[in-house]
């Protein structure tokens, strides 16, 4: 098992940045995928990005460059720099992850096992 806890949401202005984190514990290594996913009231809980066991990277079209996804392997932290922030960003953002010694990363919720509990990012005009 592992547990993840995001910590980072808040309210921020258009424009603005947030750095998102996500510790994971318990039965935790290198070779899983961890990845961030976003849900706006109403909507799916869609893919924002995630990285594997070797530091290759994936990201949602709609990112564009304006976010960055990272781990710290020695923390079991992985982190989610946002920058650029727009208002149709503003979603509870949640940290996920499975298990995976592939480079291929995938961008389904139904692919990851574990879950944190989410962090409420408001971007306001």
């Known amino acids: 098992q592992v547990q993840l806890v995001e910590s980072g949401g808040g309210s921020v202005q258009v424009g603005g940045s947030l750095r998102l984190s996500c510790v994971a514990s318990?039965?935790?290594?290198?070779?899983?995928?961890m990845g961030w996913f976003r849900q706006a009231p109403g909507k799916e809980r869609d893919f924002v990005g995630g990285?594997?066991?070797?530091?290759?990277?994936r990201y949602a079209d709609f990112v564009k460059g304006r976010f960055t996804i990272s781990r710290d392997y020695a923390k079991n932290t992985l982190y989610l720099q946002m920058n650029s922030l727009e208002t149709e960003d503003t979603a509870v953002y949640y940290c996920?992850?499975?298990?995976?010694?592939?480079?291929?990363?995938?961008?389904?919720?139904?692919?990851?096992?574990?879950w944190g509990q989410g962090t409420q990012v408001t971007v306001s005009s």
């Open positions: 318990g039965r935790t290594s290198s070779n899983y995928v």
């Open positions: 990285i594997n066991w070797s530091g290759g990277t």
């Open positions: 996920a992850a499975y298990y995976s010694g592939a480079l291929f990363l995938y961008a389904r919720t139904r692919d990851y096992d574990y």
